[in-house]
């Protein structure tokens, strides 16, 4: 297990079980406790966690893991599904893309397509995500615009009134939209306001609305809505899904493509 790896199944721990005691975590990561101690220490100086006397909390009340720590969870499905969503966008597009670690692999995915490696432009890419923007810019063929606004440096998004005054004026013929949860009855939604927001105006200025979802984020709620289900147009998930969550999606007019 690598340093990175280790970081991340520590982070994971703290989340799902609100604090860590260095002792357990050493038993369940099979190193030794002096690795643990010393890793909660340089988490602490990253501000990703609190330190406590043997062991260690979340830093503040809400925590989520940075979208680093965030990109080998279920990798193999994410990997499936960007492609698959790539494979939706004709060249000469206007592509929306929301921040996330399954966009970014969608992202990745348009930029590997042999099709799309020359034109004038090949692709237009409309995102507030500055690590897409930052991945996509160096290829030519791509036109990405990045819109303004205030940076959250858990997901790299760009969100506020800046980031809506910009997206506000443009027209797409795709958004892809990635989300914390998608319900059949209660829509997609994520943990921030902020990006909701962003999400919903994304949504509202696309012909179509792809919504990109590893199945562990179906059939469940989040606290700020971003769209109705209706207004959905493709949902492209992993085999995972359940088919009776996906009989509902498809009652709700969405298409699901289960990859």
Request: proline content about 4%; overall charge neutral; aromatic content about 4%.
């Amino acid at each position: 297990m690598t340093r990175k790896e280790r970081w991340q199944r520590l982070l994971d721990l703290l989340v799902e079980h609100g604090g860590l005691e260095v002792e357990p975590a050493a038993g369940l990561l099979g190193v030794s406790a002096a690795t643990i101690r010393r890793d909660l220490d340089q988490l602490a100086e990253q501000q990703m966690l609190v330190r406590t006397r043997g062991g260690a909390v979340p830093h503040g009340v809400s925590y989520e893991l940075p979208l680093r720590y965030r990109t080998t969870r279920r990798a193999a499905e994410k990997g499936r599904i960007s492609e698959a969503v790539a494979a939706l966008v004709a060249p000469g597009e206007v592509i929306g893309l929301t921040g996330g670690t399954t966009t970014t692999e969608v992202a990745r995915a348009l930029a590997a397509r042999p099709d799309l490696a020359t034109g004038s432009p090949a692709l237009t890419v409309v995102t507030n995500a500055l690590n897409i923007a930052g991945e996509l810019v160096i290829r030519p063929q791509f036109k990405i615009v990045l819109t303004g606004g205030v940076a959250r440096p858990q997901s790299y998004e760009l969100t506020g009134p800046l980031a809506q005054q910009v997206l506000g004026q443009l027209s797409m013929d795709t958004a892809v939209v990635g989300v914390d949860a998608f319900d059949p009855a209660d829509g997609a939604a994520t943990r921030h306001e902020d990006e909701a927001a962003m999400n919903r105006l994304l949504c509202e200025r696309a012909r179509r609305v792809v919504i990109a979802a590893d199945s562990s984020k179906l059939g469940v709620r989040a606290f700020a809505r971003i769209c109705a289900t209706d207004a959905v147009d493709v949902l492209v998930t992993d085999t995972g899904l359940p088919e009776a969550v996906a009989k509902a999606f498809a009652a709700a007019g969405v298409e699901v493509r289960r990859v």
